[in-house]
């Protein structure tokens, strides 16, 4: 699982996630475990160097629509939500931070 930390190789990365938001799309076909395992999967990916593979329009709408369904699993919104917040804060939070240790070491 750690594959997700140091490769770097993003047509992998891409491919991977391809497979989580696939699995999760067909979430009714899926045993407990492996909805765990997709929904943990989708975690190691936002905090991976490639979370932002995910940020395509076509991805954001599925798990947009993943979190609209009310059929879905709460275990499967909760990983959505926590993707959100974690690109959220790498898009977002982490450029302020860069900028404001960058005027610091000035």
Same mark, same amino acid.
């Given at each position: 699982m750690? =594959? *997700?930390?140091?490769?770097?190789?993003?047509?992998?990365?891409?491919?991977?996630?391809?497979? #989580? %938001?696939?699995?999760?799309?067909?979430?009714?076909? @899926?045993?407990?475990?492996?909805i765990?395992? $997709?929904?943990?999967?989708?975690?190691? =990916? $936002?905090? /991976?160097?490639?979370?932002?593979? %995910?940020?395509?329009?076509?991805?954001?709408? #599925?798990?947009?629509k993943?979190?609209?369904?009310?059929?879905?699993k709460?275990?499967?919104?909760?990983? #959505?939500?926590?993707?959100f917040?974690?690109?959220? @804060?790498?898009?977002?939070?982490?450029?302020?931070?860069? *900028? /404001? =240790?960058k005027?610091?070491? /000035?």
């Amino acid at each position: 699982m750690m =594959i *997700y930390k140091t490769d770097t190789n993003s047509n992998f990365i891409t491919n991977q996630a391809g497979r #989580v %938001l696939s699995c999760l799309k067909n979430w009714e076909l @899926l045993s407990n475990r492996e909805i765990k395992i $997709a929904c943990k999967t989708l975690t190691l =990916i $936002a905090h /991976s160097s490639g979370g932002c593979i %995910l940020a395509e329009q076509a991805n954001i709408m #599925v798990l947009a629509k993943l979190l609209k369904s009310s059929d879905v699993k709460t275990e499967i919104k909760f990983a #959505v939500v926590i993707y959100f917040m974690i690109l959220f @804060l790498l898009l977002f939070l982490d450029r302020d931070n860069q *900028y /404001s =240790i960058k005027r610091h070491q /000035s």
